[in-house]
Structures are given as C-alpha cells and as structure tokens.
C-alpha cells in the first residue's frame, strides 16, 4: 500500500459552503449552489468564525507581540491605528551623537531598517522620538521624517519595526524584556479594579503591571507605573482574532482538524432557515458540537504538573 505523502489538505469558503448545503441535504450531489445561497451562508460563516472566539485559547490562535517603551503615557493602544506595539522589531544603538534638530543619526547596525518603517530614539533625556525612516539607509546613516526634538548620545538604543500588531482578543501572558541587561522577568497581569486601586498613575519607573481592555478597534493596555526610558519591552503573549472569509478561495485560518467541525457547525446554522424538523436539527447542533469540541480538546497546551505541601505544613 502507497500513502500519499502529502499533509496539505484544505478548502476554500465556497467548499465549506458547499458541504454544508449537502450535508443538510439542500443540494444534491453534482449540484452547486447559487450566489444567493453563497453569500448568505458566507455571512453565517464568518459570524460563527467570530463566535467561536470565545471558546478559549488554542495554541495555534497564540501569538506573541512586543509593546515597545513610550514615555510620557501611561495607557498605550494596541491595533493596526495604535501605538507602538508589534509581532516583530528590530534593535540597535547610536554610534555617534546627534544634536537637536538633526534629520539624520548613525547606527551600529541598519540591518532590518528600511524606508517607512517606525523607528524610536532614546533622547539623552531618556524620552523617547518615534518617527519614521524617510528613504532606505545609507550605510548606517538612517534619515529621520522628522528632526530630532532632542539631543542624543553615543550608544543609545534605538528601536525599528514594519507594521503594528493587531488587536488582541486577551493578553495571557506579559513579561518585562531588559534590553540592556538582557534579562527577563513576569510582569502581573491585573483587573480594572486592580489597575484603578494603585497610586499616581503618571508614575515612571520599571513597568511590573499590566491591565489590558480590548475595546473594539484597538485595545488599550494600561501599564504601570508607565516606561521611564528605552530599556525595557513588555513581551506579551495574546490570543489573536481569527480571520475573516472574504473572498470564495479564501482557506480556513484554521488547523485542519477543525474542517469538519466549522462545515458542521455552518450545516447547522443554515438548517433552521432551511425548514429542516426541529428533531433533525437537534440532532445536528449535537453533532456540531461534538466535532467542535474534539477539535478544542487537540488545541491545548501539553505540559508537567506537580503537588506538593505547603511550605508551612507540618506532621
């Protein structure tokens, strides 16, 4: 016997509709179906995609982002018309000083700078310039669209990245990154009414907590006491949304392990308006749930547990 050899199965929208029409027995076997049926179940679609957001955190919905230090806030927006908070960044230092009014400063390294992308500058001040690389660097000279608005030194830290993260549906996870130190350290992740109850909220020092309200377009991350300087990052670990179906050929952003489950919980969906009997589709929304959750059960993280006494526990 001859296995494939191949692992890259998937479908597009249109597929998924497709089955989902066949599976409740409104299309027959040849037939397709028509734009009319196409476009409302792709609205269904996509509202179930959305819906099952909130079933929890599956590994592969986690994404892990980077909110880069800005002084003078103390909540920062997180999305792609937020500050700046990204998947990615680069980072490098000054080799030389720069005076105010500059439009240009020199680099250690320019590897990963290019024209357009965000670029942030550690004043002498320890505040931070965000602006943008006006043209591809020249050697390690990188052009600034906008002049210095303070003096800064030899062996400054200086931040690069593309594009800005999207929003997150929750934060899980945050860590103080030391850029300098190179160290790193958990960070408490905390309440609204935690965040609310601490003092002067203007404060600047090292960030130790974080409290995140992910709004509708851009999330807002609270943190205090809010960045003093450039040497520290806050690594966030995120549960990303998940993405919409748009076009007919658009795949799943999905495992493949979850086909099966989205087609039959979209058969399930159209069933109603379809005039399928309500014992039908009780049986089917059963179904749909079933496959759902073996599909979230292979979506959790592996890992040791342990029990021990308390440390105070005494014979």
């Not at 974080?210 to 377009?217: E, G, H, K, S, V």
């Not at 489950?261 to 929304?285: C, F, W």
């Not at 993280?301 to 342990?306: A, C, D, L, Q, R």
């Amino acid at each position: 016997m001859t296995t494939s050899g191949s692992i890259d199965f998937s479908v597009s929208r249109d597929q998924l509709i497709e089955s989902a029409l066949k599976h409740i027995m409104l299309l027959k076997d040849g037939d397709s179906p028509s734009a009319t049926q196409l476009s409302e179940a792709a609205v269904l679609l996509n509202m179930l995609v959305k819906a099952k957001m909130a079933d929890g955190m599956p590994l592969w919905a986690l994404k892990t982002g980077y909110i880069l230090p800005q002084t003078g806030v103390s909540q920062i927006d997180i999305g792609a018309t937020g500050d700046h908070a990204t998947l990615s960044y680069v980072q490098t230092t000054t080799s030389a000083a720069a005076v105010l009014g500059a439009s240009t400063i020199v680099v250690t390294s320019a590897t990963g700078f290019a024209n357009g992308y965000y670029i942030g500058i550690v004043l002498s001040d320890n505040t931070i310039q965000w602006t943008t690389i006006n043209g591809a660097p020249s050697g390690t000279t990188i052009t600034l669209t906008a002049v210095l608005t303070g003096a800064v030194s030899s062996g400054a830290v200086v931040y690069c990245y593309q594009t800005k993260m999207q929003r997150p549906l929750r934060i899980i996870d945050a860590y103080r990154l030391d850029q300098i130190g190179n160290t790193r350290a958990p960070i408490n992740i905390i309440t609204y009414q935690q965040y609310r109850s601490l003092g002067n909220h203007t404060s600047a020092s090292i960030p130790n907590q974080i409290y995140y309200d992910p709004q509708l377009t851009d999330g807002t991350a609270s943190i205090y006491p809010r960045f003093s300087d450039g040497q520290y990052v806050l690594e966030v670990r995120f549960h990303r949304p998940f993405e919409d179906f748009d076009a007919a050929a658009d795949t799943p952003d999905f495992p493949q392990e979850y086909y099966l489950a989205i087609m039959v919980g979209l058969a399930s969906l159209l069933a109603p308006k379809n005039g399928l009997p309500l014992q039908e589709r009780q049986t089917l929304l059963k179904e749909a749930d079933y496959y759902w959750q073996q599909a979230l059960s292979y979506g959790t993280e592996e890992g040791s547990f342990s029990i021990q006494p308390a440390s105070h526990w005494r014979r």
